[in-house]
């Protein structure tokens, strides 16, 4: 399928905008980049939105109703060196309205000021600490779900199989799942759709430099954990996109939990980039987050 026509106009716009690409960009010009929203944009409005204190580390509550319902725990995307709340308030407010049940957005320590495993330990601790406060939240513990986009499914992959605490679903938008990026799409996509194989390995060394992780990490490539660890995953739902080069890994680990019997669904988004998800002026993206949504509501119902 060709690039969705909007996709195509955008990326046609930025190339002849000559903005360089994340590898090319320091870190206050990434993050800054990453932080910018559409002025005339209208936040979409949810019942209850309230910052708090996840144990230590920054959070944010979306709750779509005054009742007891489900929780997600959400792990933002941004290549483990960018994003934070703001930049995906607008995901988290869509999720929690579309599927009915609260979302909780974490905002973990960053690379490369905080290399591996820092993000990790961060949502490790967040999730428990959901978990254990879930009346605070007004959620049932005992549906709790883990997501995330990019790095944020890196991560929710990571905690869904970590043991912490019960879940009932998981959500992978377009995760890192395998950091030697040998899969196809790594050189299919490698240029000229958003996300570049180059950002990719500018992102991996700020992410772990010289920390004690590696590329062949389980906890830094889910995909390469062992069948006895992933069979303790969570049914889930993996969205991934055609022009990406994160796609072949997200949908081979969809497969591999299937295979375990995992029951994880696998849709691809022809002619979609990566970072649609948070796009909602393209229909694709409006689509994504509806079947997102309609997951978790079904899984934490």
């Not at 996300?195 to 490539?221: N, Q, R």
């Not at 969809?254 to 980039?273: D, E, K, P």
Request: charged share 20%; with cysteine.
């Amino acid at each position: 399928m060709a690039l969705h026509p909007q996709i195509a106009t955008m990326l046609d716009l930025m190339a002849q905008a000559g903005l360089p690409g994340l590898d090319q960009m320091t870190l206050e010009q990434a993050r800054a980049g990453m932080s910018m929203t559409d002025p005339n944009a209208v936040p979409e409005a949810v019942h209850e939105i309230r910052d708090l204190d996840a144990g230590g580390i920054p959070a944010r509550l979306y709750h779509p109703s005054p009742d007891v319902t489900g929780l997600l725990v959400y792990f933002h995307g941004g290549g483990w060196v960018i994003g934070d709340l703001d930049t995906h308030d607008g995901t988290c407010r869509s999720l929690a309205n579309h599927s009915g049940h609260a979302v909780l957005s974490i905002e973990y320590r960053l690379a490369p000021e905080h290399k591996y495993p820092a993000a990790v330990d961060d949502c490790e601790a967040a999730t428990k600490w959901a978990y254990d406060n879930a009346a605070s939240l007004r959620a049932d513990p005992e549906r709790l779900a883990v997501g995330g986009d990019s790095a944020g499914g890196n991560l929710a992959a990571i905690i869904a199989t970590a043991g912490i605490v019960p879940l009932r679903f998981e959500l992978l938008v377009y995760p890192v799942t395998d950091l030697r990026a040998g899969h196809a799409s790594h050189t299919e996509n490698a240029e000229g759709y958003f996300l570049t194989s180059s950002a990719m390995e500018w992102f991996a060394t700020h992410y772990l430099g010289d920390s004690v992780g590696t590329i062949e990490d389980p906890k830094v490539s889910p995909l390469l954990a062992s069948d006895d660890v992933l069979r303790t995953a969570p049914p889930g739902l993996v969205i991934t996109a055609q022009y990406d080069p994160l796609r072949d890994e997200g949908e081979a680990y969809a497969s591999r939990l299937n295979q375990l019997g995992v029951a994880t669904s696998a849709v691809r988004f022809g002619g979609q980039i990566h970072g649609f998800f948070s796009i909602p002026g393209i229909l694709d993206g409006a689509t994504a987050r509806e079947l997102a949504g309609a997951a978790l509501r079904d899984a934490l119902a």
